[in-house]
């Protein structure tokens, strides 16, 4: 069984890095970078109804993770300038409302969505990178399993809401744009990461507590069999004693 915790504890980290992979390729997506990440985003729409709109009007236009691009051959291209927490608002986003569907003025629904899913992606990511860290300690004890269990919970619980947040966010608008004669399609790849992500922390989680308990029956019925064998050697030597005892007894009293 203590070989079952290293094995476990293994698959768990292969895990944890696979998603942590698929965090950076989203959370890189729209910073110029290049291949891969100029492939992903999370909603693309025609917004050729929109007027006097500022620099970062594009037409169509990708909404990634950090800036809202174009497209060229089937990439994200001509990218506008880089944010933190980027948000999804397009009258905020364009400066404008003129030909902006109605859906998305007068509302800040769809802009507190994505802030918050912009940031539990980096919470989610940072507590992933500490349970890979720490999961090297999980190959050698069961503390360190249970431990490395406790990040990938969190990790797990942040990418669950943030998951939940894009899906909310990226469907309505999709079907938003849709209603009002504009085309827009969800960014399978950005999809594809963000759950994939979450499915293997999952994983990685159950691996982990699986990794922590193997081995605790074993060490409990060692400890119960020293004990018990400790208990017995010492009622053997008791009655040794009183074995001893009495013969001496009886050698005294026939000497009188």
């Known amino acids: 069984m203590p070989i079952a915790r290293p094995i476990l504890s293994l698959a768990a980290l292969l895990l944890l890095a696979g998603g942590i992979v698929m965090e950076f390729l989203i959370v890189l997506s729209g910073s110029h ?31 990634t993770y950090l800036s809202i691009c174009g497209v060229g051959n089937g990439l994200n291209q001509n990218c506008g300038p880089t944010h933190a927490a980027q948000s999804f608002d397009p009258p905020l986003n364009f400066g404008t409302t003129t030909g902006v569907p109605a859906s998305f ?66 469907v309505i608008a999709r079907n938003a744009f849709q209603a009002n004669g504009q085309t827009a399609f969800l960014g399978l790849k950005a999809y594809g990461f963000t759950w994939g992500a979450m499915g293997c922390f999952l994983l990685a989680t159950i691996l982990f507590c699986v990794g922590g ?13 020293y004990f018990g064998r400790k208990k017995s050697t010492r009622s053997t030597r008791s009655r040794g004693s009183f074995i001893d005892s009495e013969s001496q007894r009886r050698v005294k009293d026939e000497y009188e």
């Open 213 to 225: 308990s193997v081995g605790k029956k074993d060490n409990y019925q060692q400890k119960s069999s």
């Open 105 to 170: 003025i007068g509302t800040t629904k769809f802009y507190y969505l994505s802030r918050f899913a912009w940031a539990f992606y980096i919470v989610a990511l940072f507590f992933a990178v500490m349970a890979f860290f720490l999961g090297f300690l999980a190959l050698c004890t069961r503390l360190g399993a249970y431990l490395t269990g406790l990040m990938s919970i969190l990790a797990l619980f942040f990418q669950t809401l943030t998951a939940a947040l894009m899906t909310a966010w990226t």
């Open 33 to 63: 970078v290049g291949s891969p990440t100029n492939q992903v985003y999370f909603l693309q729409a025609a917004t050729g109804g929109i007027k006097n709109g500022n620099s970062q009007y594009q037409n169509p236009a990708r909404w």
